[in-house]
């Protein structure tokens, strides 16, 4: 059996999409521990923030990709 060595098109998005997710879960911990700890700068959390902003932009772009749009 020939055991296929290249991921397909839409394989590739699902791993992008996990480790997006995963990004974005780990900030949203950096953002609240550093909030409730008292010790972020505003400027810390606004760029955390506006990080975080983009993958979630990042991750809704490829859910798009991967989900076709049906017309009803």
Known sequence: MNAPTELDFEEMLRIKLEVLRREHRDLDDAIHALASSG??????LQRLKKQKLALKDQIVKIQDQLIPDIIA
């Open 39 to 44: 010790r972020g700068d505003q400027l810390t």
